[in-house]
């Protein structure tokens, strides 16, 4: 399973919603090898396991913007296509929960894998964390003569943001 399902593969399905790190229901069932209708059903027939710091539905504005950043389908109000019902969310703990209810070897699979991507997601940004105090630490300790090596430093250490370039005609105005 390791082999075929990568951390970096689970994490870029990874997103920061209402301050949780959350799995989407479409991306875990994709995981999982099942559709997300059937996916869903499992989940609502064993609802009490499922508490709102597990699992939780999008807001239309929730949804809205994930959406438009990823590239998914409207939500269904015609029959030619789209989801129907706003997506669930899933937290860790919920996600650790769904071993309990889809029981296959690959849900057991996949579970694992995606536990050790929400690991090291922790461990990144706990060693970031780290570097971070240590580098206001030096820079306290040292004078300004290195004012430039820590900012530096710092800006290395941010995340790197990359921006989508739009296609079509852009008028200046934009």
């Known amino acids: 399973m390791s082999s075929s399902l990568s951390l970096q593969e689970i994490g870029q399905k990874i997103f920061f919603i209402r301050g949780c790190r959350v799995l989407l229901d479409v991306d875990l ?36 913007f994930l959406r438009c950043q990823i590239g998914i389908s409207k939500i269904r109000t ?3 296509g789209g989801r129907q019902y706003l997506p669930f969310v899933f937290t860790e703990q919920g996600v ?9 070897e690959r849900a ?3 579970n694992i894998e995606i536990m ?8 990144i940004l706990l060693s970031n964390h780290d570097l971070s105090s240590k580098l206001t630490e030096l820079e306290k300790k040292y004078d300004s003569q290195f004012k430039i090596v820590f900012d530096t430093i710092r800006e290395l250490m941010k995340p790197i943001v990359t921006s989508k370039r739009r296609i079509g005609i852009v008028n200046d105005e934009d």
Not at 96 to 104: D, I, N, R
Not at 116 to 123: A, H, I, M, N, P
């Open 108 to 110: 057991a699979l996949v």
């Open 116 to 123: 050790r991507s929400f690991v090291k997601l922790r461990e």
């Open 29 to 64: 069932a994709t995981l999982y090898g099942v559709e997300t209708g059937a996916f869903n059903r499992a989940v609502r027939r064993n609802q009490n396991r499922f508490p709102q710091d597990f699992m939780f539905q999008l807001s239309e504005k929730e949804w809205e």
């Open 96 to 104: 650790a929960m769904l071993s309990g209810v889809l029981k296959s």
């Open 78 to 80: 015609d029959p030619r």
